[in-house]
C-alpha cells in the first residue's frame, strides 16, 4: 500500500513559463521521473551533480520525482533530502491516523469496541466509501514542514530553482502541470495514485497521479527552454516473463506498467544528442521497498558516475558553482509573525467545536510543531478527509494562519466491524460478529448517536445518544438502551453446575464529564428486566424473572499507545452499581468492580499487569449480574466463562516479544509471548480464600491482523486441564 503512494506522477497544464534569468551557459533542465522507492536514486543523482559543480537552471518531476524535485527546487541540499528519505517512516505517513494520544475519548473507544479497522459510511441510502484508502492527513503537512522556508513563494519561477510538477485531471485525463499555487500541494498531488490517494482538489478540478500521462515529462522541461535536459528514468520496466503475470494484481499492475512504459518510450524519443539519459541499475528494488532507499539512492549515484563522461562538459568553475549554492540554498526563516488565527470550516460541526481543539489560537509566531500537535487534535475528532493548514497574506500587510478543515465525504453515519472467535480443536467454541454504526456529527453543536449490534456470543444490542453540553464536548448527557441475550456453560463451576441462559434489557440516561481525551466519569440510572434459566447438571430447572432498577457510577481510562499489542500505557475502569426499591427493582444489591491492565516495554518485548476483582457488598447477585471467569488469559485451558460467583478476583501477568514489527500497510507484526494467572470465583466475599486461587498460564503466537488480534494458544489452568485454542480477539 506504501508503495502505491511515492509511485505517483506527473502533472501538467501548459501555462506560458515565465522568464528566468539568461545564464551564460546552456540551460540546463533536470527531469525526474515518477518510480515510488525506487525515486529515492534521484537523491543519488543529484549528489553527483553538485560533486561535478554541475548547477541546473529548473527541476521537473512526477511523483517521486516531484517530491525530491521539489524539496531540491525548494533549496535543500542532497544531503538534507537523502536524510529525510532515509529516516521518513513512509508507514506512519500514510496511516491517516493521528497518534492515539490525540484522538478524541469516543474515537478512542472506537479503536477498543471494533478490532477490524474499515471503516464503511453509510449515504443517501446506501454504502459509502472514501475516494481513496489513505486521504494523506499526514502528507501534505509534512510536505508543507519540510518546504517552510519558502512557503510565501507561490510562484514556482520564485523559488530557489524554478519547478514544474506533473499531475492528471481526474476527469478529462489531461496532463497538468503545476507551476504555481503551494508547493506541498502540488508535491502530493503528483504522488496520488488513482485509488490509493484521495484526489487532490486544485483550482476546480481534482488532480491524481499523472504518471499514466507523462512519468518522464522530457517535453515541460523543452517547453521551459532547456537547452540541455538531464533525465533520471527510475521507471518500473513491465514484467517480461507472463508466467509472473498469474493474479489479478499482477495482470492488473502489469497493465499499468505497460501503459507508463509506452509514455516513457515516447518522452525519451524527445532526447537530442546533447541530453543526458540516466538509468539507474535498480535490480528488484520495487516502487514498495522504501526499505531500501539507502541502496536506490547509491545505484542513483553508480549511475550517474558512469556517465560522468556526459556531465563532465556540463561543469562550471569554482566561482560560478559558489554563487550557484549561494543563490539555491534556501536559509532558514525566522519566526514568522502571526497576526490572526481563523479556522476554514467545510463541516457541519459548529466554529466553536473545531476551536475548542485547537490549542494554538493564540500563537503569535508560527510555531510547526503546535501547529503539529493541533492538526493530529482535529484529526482525531475522526469526522474529516482534509485536516491542514497554511499562511495567508491579509489585506494590511500581516500574516494569518488559517486550519482547514473538511468533513469525510462518505459521512456522516459510518460503519465499524469487530469479530470475536474462540475455538479449542475439541468440537466447542464460539463466536462473536459485530457491527457499530455511528452517525457524528448529528448536529453542529457534536451530538453523536452510536448503536452496535452483536450476533453469537453473546446476541447484544445497544444504542446510545450522546449529547454534549459545551463546544468543547467535555460534559454530556446520554439516554442509552441495550438487549442481551446469552448462555453460559458452568459445568466447571464447583458451586453452579450447569447451563445458563440469560435474557435482559434496560434504558437508562447519564450525566457525565470527558476528562482529556484519555477518560471519562459518568453516573445514570437504568432501568429494566432480568430473565434467567439455570439447568442444572444433577437434574432440575430454575427460572428467575427480576424487574431491575439501578444506579450507575463509572470512571474509565485509557491511555495506551495502540488498542492491540500496546507498549505502554494504562486502561481500565471502575464501577459501582446499586440496584434500589425506589427504581423499582425487585432485588437490592450493590457490586464494585475494578478491571485495569497496564503495559511497559523494553526493546521489542512487552510486558503487562492486569487486575480484575468485583464483589457484591451484600445480596447474592442474579446469575446475569454475576462475575465470570475461563478462556485465555482468565485462567487459560478453561472454557470461556465457565465459572461464576458474587465475588471474583483474577490477576495475572503477560508478555510478549515482537518477532516482526511491521505496523504498515504492506505488513503486520507477530508476537510470541505467554500469560501467568491466579484466580477464582465465590459465592460471597465472605467465603474468599486466596488459598483457593487457580493458578493458569499459557504461551501463544499471535498476530495482529487486519480482522483483529489473532492467537494460537497452548493453555493450562490447575484442575482445568490443558489445551490448543484459536482465539480472535484481543489479548488482554
Known amino acids: 500500500m506504501l508503495a502505491l503512494i511515492l509511485c505517483a506522477a506527473p502533472l501538467c497544464t501548459n501555462p506560458p513559463v515565465a522568464p528566468f534569468d539568461e545564464p551564460k551557459r546552456p540551460r540546463i533542465g533536470l527531469v525526474l521521473s515518477g518510480g515510488g522507492a525506487r525515486g529515492a536514486a534521484h537523491v543519488g543523482v543529484l549528489e553527483v551533480l553538485e560533486e561535478a559543480h554541475i548547477p541546473v537552471d529548473f527541476v521537473v518531476g512526477t511523483s517521486m520525482g516531484a517530491i525530491v524535485g521539489g524539496l531540491y527546487a525548494a533549496g535543500s541540499s542532497p544531503t538534507e533530502i537523502r536524510a529525510t528519505i532515509e529516516t521518513l517512516e513512509w508507514g506512519e505517513v500514510l496511516n491517516d491516523s493521528p497518534p492515539r494520544e490525540s484522538l478524541a475519548w469516543r474515537r478512542r473507544q472506537e479503536t477498543r469496541d471494533f478490532l477490524i479497522g474499515l471503516e464503511v459510511g453509510w449515504k443517501d441510502g446506501g454504502l459509502a466509501v472514501p475516494r481513496g ?120 499492475t502489469q497493465a499499468q506498467d505497460v501503459v507508463i512504459q509506452a509514455g516513457r518510450e515516447r518522452a525519451r524519443a524527445l532526447l537530442r544528442p546533447q541530453d543526458v539519459l540516466i538509468e539507474p541499475a535498480l535490480g528488484s528494488i520495487t516502487f514498495a521497498d522504501f526499505d531500501k532507499a539507502l541502496e536506490a539512492a547509491n545505484a542513483g549515484r553508480d549511475s550517474a558516475l558512469a556517465r560522468a563522461g556526459a556531465l563532465r562538459a556540463l561543469s562550471v568553475s569554482e566561482t560560478d558553482w559558489a554563487a550557484f549554492v549561494a543563490r539555491h540554498r534556501a536559509k532558514d526563516r525566522p519566526p514568522q509573525p502571526i497576526a490572526r488565527v481563523r479556522i476554514e470550516n467545510r463541516s457541519s460541526l459548529s466554529d466553536a467545536v473545531i476551536a475548542a481543539r485547537i490549542e494554538g489560537l493564540g500563537l503569535r509566531e ?169 439447568d442444572r447438571v444433577a437434574g432440575g430447572s430454575t427460572d428467575t424473572d427480576l424487574d431491575i432498577g439501578t444506579l450507575v457510577a463509572r470512571f474509565a481510562w485509557d491511555t495506551l499507545d495502540l488498542p492491540d499489542f500496546p507498549r505502554s500505557g494504562l486502561v481500565g475502569s471502575a464501577e459501582a452499581t446499586a440496584a434500589i426499591d425506589a427504581l423499582g427493582s425487585d432485588e437490592d444489591f450493590e457490586t464494585l468492580r475494578l478491571r485495569t491492565n497496564g503495559f511497559t516495554s523494553f526493546g521489542d518485548t512487552t510486558i503487562g499487569f492486569g487486575v480484575d476483582a468485583g464483589t457484591s457488598l451484600d445480596d447474592a447477585l442474579p446469575v446475569s449480574r454475576s462475575f465470570f471467569l475461563g478462556g485465555f488469559g482468565r485462567l487459560s485451558g478453561s472454557p470461556p466463562d465457565s465459572q461464576s460467583g458474587d465475588t471474583v478476583l483474577l490477576v495475572r501477568a503477560i508478555a510478549w516479544q515482537a518477532l516482526t514489527n511491521e505496523r504498515t500497510l504492506l505488513g503486520f507484526p507477530v508476537f510470541v509471548g505467554g500469560t501467568l494467572e491466579a484466580g477464582n470465583t465465590w459465592t460471597s466475599s465472605e467465603h474468599v480464600d486466596l488459598g483457593d486461587l487457580s493458578v493458569g498460564g499459557s504461551v501463544f503466537l499471535a498476530s495482529d491482523t487486519p480482522l483483529g488480534p489473532a492467537a494460537l494458544v497452548v493453555g493450562a489452568t490447575d484442575g482445568e486441564g490443558s489445551g490448543f485454542a484459536l482465539v480472535f480477539g484481543r489479548l488482554y
Open 133 to 252: 484508502v489513505v486521504q494523506g492527513l499526514k502528507i501534505e503537512p509534512l510536505f508543507r514542514k519540510l518546504t517552510m522556508r519558502v512557503s510565501d513563494a507561490q510562484d514556482f519561477d520564485a523559488l530557489p530553482l524554478p519547478f514544474r510538477a506533473v499531475a492528471m485531471d481526474l476527469a478529462t485525463g489531461q496532463r497538468v502541470v503545476l507551476r504555481d499555487g503551494e508547493l506541498a500541494q502540488a508535491m502530493r498531488a503528483s504522488m496520488s495514485i488513482a485509488g490509493a490517494f484521495a484526489p487532490v482538489e486544485r483550482d476546480g478540478r481534482e488532480l491524481v497521479d499523472g504518471a499514466y500521462v507523462d512519468n518522464l515529462p522530457i517535453d515541460v522541461a523543452l517547453e521551459m527552454g532547456a537547452d540541455i535536459v538531464i533525465a533520471v528514468d527510475v521507471g518500473t520496466p513491465p514484467e517480461s516473463d507472463s508466467q509472473k503475470i498469474a493474479s489479478f494484481l499482477t495482470v492488473a
Open 366 to 534: 508560527l510555531d510547526p510543531k503546535a501547529v503539529e500537535h493541533d492538526l493530529a487534535r482535529l484529526t482525531g475528532l475522526g469526522i474529516f478527509d482534509r485536516v491542514d493548514y497554511r499562511t495567508e497574506k491579509a489585506a494590511d500587510g500581516t500574516t494569518d494562519l488559517v486550519y482547514s478543515v473538511r468533513e469525510k465525504s462518505w459521512g456522516p453515519t459510518y460503519l465499524r466491524f469487530g469479530l470475536g472467535l474462540y475455538d479449542d480443536f475439541q468440537g466447542s467454541g464460539n463466536y462473536a460478529l459485530g457491527v457499530g454504526w455511528t452517525t457524528t456529527p448529528f448536529s453542529s453543536s457534536g451530538v453523536e448517536w452510536r448503536t452496535g449490534l452483536t450476533i453469537g456470543t453473546p446476541l447484544r444490542i445497544e444504542s446510545e445518544l450522546w449529547i454534549p453540553l459545551d463546544p468543547g464536548l467535555r460534559w454530556f448527557v446520554a439516554p442509552l438502551g441495550s438487549y442481551e441475550k446469552r448462555a453460559y456453560d458452568l459445568d466447571e463451576d464447583t458451586d453452579v453446575r450447569g447451563d445458563v441462559l440469560t435474557e435482559s434489557w434496560e434504558v437508562g440516561a447519564d450525566l457525565g464529564r470527558v476528562l482529556g481525551d484519555w477518560g471519562e466519569a459518568r453516573i445514570g440510572v437504568r432501568r429494566g428486566a432480568d430473565s434467567n434459566t439455570l
